[in-house]
């Protein structure tokens, strides 16, 4: 059976809402944020990168989101989730599984970290500033008019583009973002979203937004 290790207010909240879509049978471990924002040790001991998400199955550790996500439909999803390999929706997926944290996080998380710096931190505004801008502006030309990330169905992709979506509307970053508003809206309006709030307790990321000087 899956363990899904949670950190408190973190990305593990793709992996809970994944396995209640799915309907598995799982165990959750929980555990508090060190110094309200690291994972504490017992968390680093799971993995070497001592980052969340992780989760254990069958002997095996398994951490970063987007392989966590892979191997739970791999291995657990009975085709479902994700599209049929080969397809033009699957060549998407295969693009939005990847692109959320491997390009879209790092302007993001630059903007709060630059934010933090004030007028110290004035030379780098243009050029973070202008990369969220490309970035958030090619997801929301994307998702215009659109449900989920693929085709007419949830996909792992959405739990990636979801908890993105989440921190930058928590970061006051998405008011020129309809359609991105819109689609989150969505999303956490799905029951088995709601049910993984309900069984992961504590939720709020704004505990992990730095204060502004
Ligand atoms: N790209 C990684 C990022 C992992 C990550 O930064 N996780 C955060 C939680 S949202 C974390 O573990 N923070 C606690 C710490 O750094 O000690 C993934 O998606 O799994």
Same mark, same amino acid.
Request: aromatic share 10%; no cysteine; hydrophobic share 40%.
């Given at each position: 059976?899956? %363990?899904?290790?949670? &950190?408190?207010?973190?990305?593990?909240?793709?992996?809970?809402?994944?396995?209640?879509?799915?309907?598995?049978?799982?165990?959750?471990?929980?555990?508090?944020? *060190?110094?309200?924002?690291? *994972?504490?040790?017992?968390?680093?001991?799971?993995?070497?990168?001592?980052? /969340?998400?992780?989760?254990?199955?069958?002997?095996?550790?398994?951490?970063?989101?987007? *392989?966590?996500?892979? #191997?739970?439909?791999?291995?657990?999803?009975? +085709?479902?989730?994700?599209?049929?390999?080969? %397809?033009?929706?699957?060549?998407? #997926?295969?693009?939005?599984?990847?692109?959320?944290?491997?390009?879209?996080? &790092?302007?993001?998380?630059?903007?709060? #970290?630059?934010?933090?710096?004030?007028?110290?931190? /004035?030379?780098?505004?243009?050029?973070?500033?202008?990369? !969220?801008?490309?970035?958030? +502006?090619?997801?929301? %030309?994307?998702?215009? +008019?659109?449900?989920?990330?693929?085709?007419?169905?949830?996909?792992?992709?959405?739990?990636?583009?979801?908890?993105?979506?989440?921190?930058?509307?928590?970061?006051?970053? &998405?008011?020129?973002?309809? /359609?991105?508003?819109?689609?989150?809206?969505?999303?956490?309006?799905?029951?088995? #979203?709601?049910?993984?709030?309900?069984?992961?307790?504590?939720?709020?990321?704004?505990?992990?937004?730095? !204060?502004?000087?």
């Amino acid at each position: 059976m899956i %363990t899904v290790h949670h &950190l408190a207010d973190s990305r593990s909240q793709r992996v809970l809402w994944l396995v209640e879509e799915l309907g598995l049978d799982y165990e959750l471990k929980f555990y508090p944020r *060190a110094d309200g924002m690291f *994972a504490p040790p017992e968390y680093q001991r799971l993995h070497g990168l001592g980052k /969340a998400p992780v989760i254990t199955d069958d002997g095996r550790t398994i951490a970063e989101s987007g *392989a966590v996500i892979e #191997y739970i439909l791999e291995v657990h999803g009975g +085709g479902r989730l994700r599209p049929i390999v080969g %397809t033009d929706d699957w060549v998407r #997926y295969l693009q939005w599984m990847h692109l959320i944290e491997g390009s879209v996080m &790092l302007p993001y998380i630059l903007n709060i #970290y630059v934010g933090m710096l004030g007028a110290a931190g /004035a030379p780098l505004y243009g050029r973070v500033h202008g990369e !969220v801008d490309r970035h958030f +502006g090619f997801l929301e %030309t994307e998702m215009t +008019g659109r449900d989920f990330v693929v085709g007419n169905d949830l996909t792992g992709a959405d739990f990636q583009l979801t908890f993105l979506l989440e921190g930058a509307s928590l970061s006051e970053m &998405l008011g020129n973002y309809p /359609a991105l508003s819109r689609y989150l809206a969505l999303m956490q309006a799905r029951p088995a #979203y709601i049910r993984a709030l309900e069984r992961g307790g504590s939720y709020d990321l704004r505990r992990l937004m730095p !204060v502004q000087s």
